[in-house]
């Protein structure tokens, strides 16, 4: 059988730490749960990571890649700002919805770095994962619709950032869609209340 390369290695270490995170708990997920999840000798960790900390990190930017990136909503004719706002939360939303077994290990993994000594890092690492997340989303809204936001995009990003995460750890406990995607709109309508047309400095 052909050598696998460290990257495909990789691959499956990450997909294996997520399985072992979902079933088991961040906190079991060891080097030898992990390897024993994906088949693989235990060499082949040390092989692709050089710690443990630093698969923490792939597993948070894995998640990430497949929930918390997505593509605004191509606008139909007529749309106005609000709309093309709410059908990118929403777009946002689904992806959520998607896959909420992966973002429970997501504050799992949050809690178990701030309380594991040399760790920290990653818990620091995942929000600002999250906090650029939300900026380039903004940027890309802003793009889209023809606006410019008249709140500071760092600021509005960290304001949003605080929301969505409120708003998706209190779905996973309830799991009520009707009043997430009713506080989804509310906050769409928020950001719309802080656009304005044109480039920054377009006259009016």
């Known amino acids: 059988m052909a050598r696998q390369s460290a990257d495909v290695r990789r ?15 961040v906190a079991k997920a060891t080097t030898r749960a992990v390897v024993g999840e994906a088949g693989l000798p235990l060499g082949a960790f040390h092989y692709c990571f050089r710690s443990k900390q630093e698969l923490l990190h792939s597993v948070i930017e894995r998640i990430m890649l497949r929930s918390l990136t997505f593509a605004p909503a191509s606008p139909a004719h007529g749309d106005d700002p609000r709309d093309i706002i709410r059908s990118t939360l929403h777009a946002y939303w689904e992806g959520i919805r998607a896959r909420p077994a992966e973002h429970l290990v997501t504050y799992e993994l949050t809690q178990y770095a701030l309380r594991e000594p040399g760790l920290a890092d990653v818990a620091r ?13 903004l ?14 995009v ?10 969505l995460d409120g708003l998706t750890l209190n779905w996973l406990i309830d799991r009520d869609d009707t009043q997430a995607l009713a506080a989804l709109d509310a906050y769409a309508d928020h950001l719309a209340g802080v656009a304005a047309p044109g480039r920054p400095g377009t006259p009016a």
Request: proline fraction near 2%; hydrophobic fraction near 45%.
């Open 11 to 25: 691959e499956q270490l990450v997909e294996a730490a997520i399985r072992v995170m979902i079933r088991d708990g």
């Open 139 to 152: 940027e890309a809204i802003a793009e889209l619709a023809g606006i410019h936001w008249t709140v500071e």
């Open 125 to 137: 690492r995942q929000y600002r994962h999250y906090l650029q997340a939300n900026i380039d989303h």
């Open 154 to 163: 760092p600021v509005l990003a960290r304001y949003g950032l605080n929301f």
